[in-house]
C-alpha cells in the first residue's frame, strides 16, 4: 500500500465533488496495492458517521476500533504505517460539530499494534449537543472543544477547551473526569457546567446537582448544588461561593426571554450566549426597557432589533467586542 494517503482526494471523492483532474489522480492512487481495500474501509465508514451524526448520537469511535483491527490483521511485517488523518464535516448543520478523528499506528511486528487514537468534537459556531458512549450528555457552547480517547468507556475522562455543561450518567465503578487546563473535575453522575475559555481570567465550575471533586492548585475541594469554583490562573486561589444558576446554565437552552429588563442587564446575558465582550456606553439610562426572545438569532440581528425598540447604535471589530453606543432620539 502506498505510504502516502490523499485524503483530499479521498474526501472529494466521497462527497462526489472531484473534477476531472482530481478524478484522474484518485483513479492513479486506487491502482496501488491496498489502496482499493482502504478506500472501500473508508467509504463504508463514511456512510456510516453521517447516519450516526445526524441522529445526534456519534459513535465513530466503534467504527473506527472496527477498520484498525482489520487493517491491523493484514499487516503480518514490521512497518510504519503513516499518521490516519481524516477530518469530515459530517454533522447535520444545525448542530454545527465537526469531528475530528485523528488516528496513528506503529507496527512494531507480528499482529501486534501500538496505537493511540482520540475524538475531538468542536464547535465552529453557535452550540452542540453531544452524546457520549456512556449516554452522557454534553452542551458544547460556540468556539469550544471537547476530546476524549476511543476507549472512554474505560476511564470516562474527557479533555475541555472552552465551555460545556454536563449531564454525567451514573456509574459507581468508573468515575466521570474533566480535564479543564489546570481544574481536575471528578464526579460519577451529576450535572454541573465547566468553563475553561482560554481568554478568560478564571476556571469556573458551577454544580447544579450532584457532588463533585476538584483538583486545583494543589488544592482538593468539593462542590454542593448551588456552588460555583473559581480558579485564578495567575496567583492560582480557589474560591467557592454561591452560584447565579440561571446565569451559568441558560446558554445552553434553546432560547431565552428578556421581560422588561434593561440593555445593561442583557447585555450581561447576550456575552455568554453569543461568547463576545459588549461594551455600553455609559450614558445610556437604565429606564430602557427591552422585551423579547432570542432563540437562533445572530448577535447583529437581535441589536439591529434592540435598536428599533431604543435608539442605540452598535460596531463590531475582529476580535469579538461589540461596542453600543447612546443614540439622541430623533426630534418629530
Known amino acids: 500500500m502506498n505510504k502516502h494517503i490523499p485524503w483530499q482526494l479521498i474526501i472529494s471523492r466521497l462527497k462526489d465533488e472531484q473534477d476531472e483532474r482530481g478524478e484522474k489522480l484518485f ?13 472501500q474501509e473508508l467509504e463504508g465508514l463514511w456512510r456510516e458517521i453521517r447516519e450516526e451524526a445526524s441522529s445526534y448520537t456519534p459513535d465513530t469511535a466503534f467504527y473506527w476500533q472496527q477498520l484498525e483491527s482489520r487493517m491491523s490483521q493484514e499487516n503480518k511485517a514490521p512497518k510504519v504505517v503513516s499518521i490516519w488523518k481524516f477530518r469530515m464535516a459530517v454533522a447535520a448543520a444545525s448542530i454545527l460539530l465537526i469531528i475530528s478523528l485523528t488516528f496513528s499506528f506503529l507496527y512494531t511486528g507480528g499482529d501486534r499494534a501500538v496505537y493511540s487514537n482520540k475524538l475531538s468534537y468542536s464547535a465552529l459556531s453557535g452550540k452542540s449537543r453531544i452524546v457520549l458512549p456512556d449516554s452522557s450528555v454534553v452542551w458544547l457552547n460556540s468556539g469550544s472543544t471537547l476530546e476524549y480517547a476511543a476507549d472512554f468507556m474505560e476511564n470516562r475522562e474527557v479533555a475541555l477547551n472552552g465551555e460545556a ?12 473526569v474533566v ?10 453522575g451529576t450535572c454541573f457546567n465547566v468553563n475553561s475559555y482560554p481568554k478568560e481570567e478564571n476556571i469556573r465550575v458551577t454544580l447544579f446537582r450532584g457532588s463533585v471533586s476538584l483538583e486545583a492548585g494543589g488544592k482538593e475541594a468539593y462542590l454542593y448544588p448551588g456552588e460555583i469554583a473559581a480558579l485564578n490562573k495567575r496567583d492560582k486561589t480557589l474560591n467557592i461561593t454561591s452560584a447565579d444558576m440561571f446565569y451559568e446554565s441558560f446558554w445552553a437552552s434553546e432560547s431565552v426571554r428578556f421581560e422588561a429588563k434593561s440593555l445593561r442587564y442583557i447585555t450581561r446575558y447576550l456575552e455568554k450566549w453569543y461568547n463576545v465582550k459588549i461594551e455600553v456606553d455609559p450614558t445610556i439610562p437604565d429606564s430602557q426597557a427591552y422585551t423579547f426572545t432570542i432563540k437562533d438569532e445572530s448577535l447583529e440581528v437581535i441589536l439591529r432589533i434592540m435598536s428599533r425598540i431604543n435608539p442605540i447604535a452598535y460596531t463590531f471589530d475582529e476580535d469579538d467586542h461589540v461596542q453600543i453606543m447612546h443614540v439622541e432620539p430623533s426630534k418629530k
Open 179 to 188: 480535564l479543564a487546563s489546570e481544574v481536575k473535575v471528578k464526579v460519577h
Open 165 to 176: 455543561l454536563f449531564d454525567v450518567t451514573k456509574d459507581n465503578r468508573h468515575p466521570f
Open 27 to 39: 483513479e492513479e492512487w486506487l491502482q496501488g496495492e491496498g489502496n482499493a481495500h482502504l478506500y
